[in-house]
């Protein structure tokens, strides 16, 4: 009777913590829109720290292109500070082309419509706080 007890509180609190844990997941969905065509593709990075922001990205996923949109959702992240980059692949290399002067060639875009001046977009303009499932619409 006893193992029988232990058995059902082991249980019980596996059951819990589990329900616990995926109340604090949730999902970032980014809608791409305005693409220039629908060749290549779009690259979408979540970042979730300031020092990795257009660097190191936390997440990312590599999206076709249908009617010069795309919608990619992130699954299972935790509540927290993130950011949103995404560029259109167009020439489909697997890299964001830019000029000789780093000026990007190809489109792009962050979370909060972050652009940069003189530079690439920073991370206090594009961050965004995640207590809840969260839609992010960047248009090109």
């Known amino acids: 009777m006893n193992i029988l007890v232990k058995i059902i509180v082991i249980l ?48 990312s996923h590599i999206s076709v292109i249908e009617n010069k949109r795309c919608t990619v959702t992130f699954e299972g992240i935790p509540e927290g500070v993130y950011a949103v980059s995404v560029f259109h692949d167009e020439n489909d290399n697997g890299k964001m082309d830019t000029n000789f002067m780093h000026i990007p060639k190809e489109d792009y875009g962050c979370s ?26 960047i248009k090109l």
């Open 12 to 59: 019980l609190l596996n059951v819990l913590s589990y329900q616990l844990q995926a109340q604090d997941n949730y999902s970032v969905t980014v809608t791409v829109t305005n693409a220039n065509n629908d060749k290549g593709k779009i690259f979408v990075a979540l970042y979730n720290t300031e020092t990795g922001f257009l660097k190191e990205n936390y997440k």
């Open 112 to 137: 909060n419509g972050a652009t940069g001046f003189m530079g690439p977009p920073k991370w206090k303009d594009a961050k965004f706080e995640l207590k809840a499932n969260k839609t992010i619409k």
